[in-house]
């Protein structure tokens, strides 16, 4: 699917009053405007998108097959990314948090927050149950920044929330995560009701932000959260 960019829509409105002038103005001033309308197409506006990665990209970056413990396989109705093309973003922050979006693999969605290409998979070990999720965004100018404070405020808003599968809480904890990318957060998920808990990662590599889930292992998913965000933000810095 073809999608149009905000900011082509925001050039073609801001054409229109030139255009409306034209039409009503004197000889002398319609050959003023046309001069005019000269030299500003003689300097086109910047791509917001130039230099961004598009989702193709950024499918490279993920995580092979190969690096996913024995057990695991893709599922391939969460393998999705938006290909050569980039999608308009959304800039403003969730007023308040949804916490049950953290239970999800798409968890990064909590800050409200959208880029313009994204690529994502997830794993699962169908004899366990434990699952593996993996994606990357990315962002215009310091919105990725604002992206990881968007992660941490979203885990101090949500100490805890309701499982819909036990009805049972969930607590949440949250903290800086040195060493991965250029900035990182990591949120820890637990619950007595769970044979394990989970852990979430974000972290940042240029304009671009790395998001996995994991639930594998007995230590809530920690240790191949970090491993396989550290081969992402490895790819990503080789892709840049």
């Known amino acids: 699917m073809h999608f149009t960019s905000r900011a082509a829509r925001v050039l073609v409105l801001a054409a229109l009053p030139l255009t409306l002038a034209a039409c009503g103005s ?11 309308k000269a030299t500003a197409s003689s300097s086109p506006s910047k791509d917001p998108n130039a230099g961004l990665l598009t989702g193709t ?40 948090p949804d916490c049950t979006r953290l239970g999800g693999t798409a968890w990064i969605e909590i800050t409200g927050i ?40 979203a885990a101090a808003a949500c100490e805890s929330f309701t499982d819909s599968d036990t009805s049972t809480k969930v607590k949440v904890t949250g903290r800086s995560t040195p060493g991965l990318g250029d900035g990182a957060y990591t949120i820890t998920l637990t619950n007595p009701a769970w044979e394990n808990g989970t852990t979430l990662i974000a972290a940042r590599v240029g304009t671009n932000v790395v ?30």
């Open 114 to 153: 959208t880029g313009v290409s994204f690529a994502q998979n997830d794993y699962i070990n169908k004899n366990t149950s434990e699952q593996i999720a993996q994606e990357i965004d990315a962002y215009r100018g310091t919105t990725a920044e604002t992206v990881l404070k968007e992660v941490e405020k």
């Open 211 to 240: 998001s996995v889930l994991s639930t594998d292992g007995r230590d809530n998913g920690a240790a191949t959260a970090k491993k396989l965000t550290e081969r992402i933000v490895a790819s990503l810095k080789k892709a840049s």
């Open 26 to 36: 004197s000889d002398d001033t319609a050959a003023g405007d046309t001069s005019a």
């Open 57 to 96: 990209q950024l499918k490279k970056a993920l995580a092979p097959a190969s690096f996913f413990p024995s057990g695991f396989a893709v599922d391939p109705s969460g393998a999705r990314d938006t290909g050569d093309t980039y999608i308009p973003p959304s800039t403003a922050p969730a007023d308040k």
